[in-house]
């Protein structure tokens, strides 16, 4: 073995989880933005961790709305989600920008991403801040499944997503 920078080891080991965060404004207007650095943290109660850089919008809407919302995306958003990693919704709305399907949540007011095979809904508990992100950790309080839709992971450094 040799020594690698972060960059390298965060290349190295993909496939990397990926979703897609949608979080709503006090416009009720809901931004979305892609996500590698999501896990489950817990059984009972429900808990899942998003970590979001601090240069972001999302964190904002998620400070302010205290909910948020993790959509584990189906195959025929590859090109959309990608483009949802690209850009700042402090600028874009990515909604309409990329023809994004959504459906109203059943416990927040964030909406949520339609082509998913999970979608959860969470409300903010705790924000942790580890540097230049910061750990955003929610209560999956409800939670919406499709077998059918084939899920996203990132590879190549986040630069490529596709199927297993
Ligand atoms: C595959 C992929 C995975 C990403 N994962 C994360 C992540 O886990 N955390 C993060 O802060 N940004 C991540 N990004 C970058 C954000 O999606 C990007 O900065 C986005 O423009 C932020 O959008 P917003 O400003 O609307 O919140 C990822 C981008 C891609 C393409």
Known sequence: MKEITI????????PSPFALLSAAGKDGKTNIMAVSWWTYLSNHPPKLGVCLSNRGYSGRLIRESEEFALNIV?????????????????VVDKV????????????????????????LECRLTNCF?????????????????????????AFDGYSRLDTL
């Open 74 to 90: 189906g195959k025929d958003l590859k090109e959309a989600a990608l483009n949802c990693g690209r850009c700042s919704g402090a």
């Open 96 to 119: 309409s920008k990329f023809g994004i399907e959504m459906f109203r949540a059943s416990e927040i007011n964030t909406a949520l991403v339609a082509d998913s095979r999970v979608s």
């Open 7 to 14: 960059n390298q080891a965060q290349k190295m080991t993909a």
């Open 129 to 153: 801040d580890v540097g230049d992100h910061t750990i955003y950790v929610g209560d999956i309080i409800s939670a919406h499944g499709d077998e059918n839709q084939t899920q996203l992971y």
